[in-house]
């Protein structure tokens, strides 16, 4: 029996590998991957490496075996067809009898556009009939920390999600509810909503960054779009600006803010908190 994870070498890909290492013996995980050099240093340290892509269903002929535990990481190519990516995978670990399929969604009260590829894959997960989990990822802290920079250059956090509140955590505490469930008993057929431990507005954020920084930050709250328009102009392309603009709906509408205490429960111990992040952001 092998812990496959595919997207392996992405940002929450890693977290997951290198704490499933802490865990379980290297040879018992498998790292898939689109380019192999990406994963040489994985392969250095006794994980082995499946060249796959989800764009071409046949490099996942044969990947898995019966018994194995897979964790789906949901593609990062919004602009393409991702259920029909993520099919390719489901499909193929449900012809080889997988014991657990755990895929990396989005909250179940999530309804901005960038939630519909994940509905979509849920339902080909649910029609597969394999034992499943699914993970419905809140927003990450990284998702803002990594923007400090232009934050303190700017002296503002730009947003347009008005005083809506997010329960984002550390990519590093979803990836330790992922290998939870991929190294533990009784998650099968379950679904779990995760967020941090306390939800935070933008203005709180802000201040944060403020008495850390020790420079003053204001929230400037702006239109969904004005948003889309600035995301344009810094060269995202504008299906992408789109969907990011939908998201901050999202957020003003209060449908980022997690309250189950899955995340905790999974992981046994506190979530991140955001004031943690901005601080080690800002120290890198």
Known sequence: MSIVVTGATGHL?????????????ADQV??????REKGADLAARGVRLAVA????PETFDGLFSAGDKVLLISGNEVTKDRPAQHRTVIDAAAAAGVALLAYTSAPSGLTAALADDHRATEKTLLASGLPYVILGNGWYHENYTEHLAQVLDQGAVVQAAGEGRVSSAARADYAAAAVAVLTGEGHENKRYDLGGDEAWSFAEYAAEVSRQSGREIAYRPVSAE???????????PEPVAGILGGVEASIAKGELTVTTGDLTRLIG???TPIADAIGAALRE
């Open 53 to 56: 892509d989800y764009n071409a």
């Open 226 to 236: 004005e948003y889309v328009r600035a995301l344009i102009g810094a060269g995202l």
């Open 30 to 35: 498998v790292a898939v991957v689109r380019d």
């Open 269 to 271: 111990r506190p979530a």
């Open 13 to 25: 890909g890693r977290h997951v590998v290198e704490q499933l290492l802490a865990k379980v013996p």
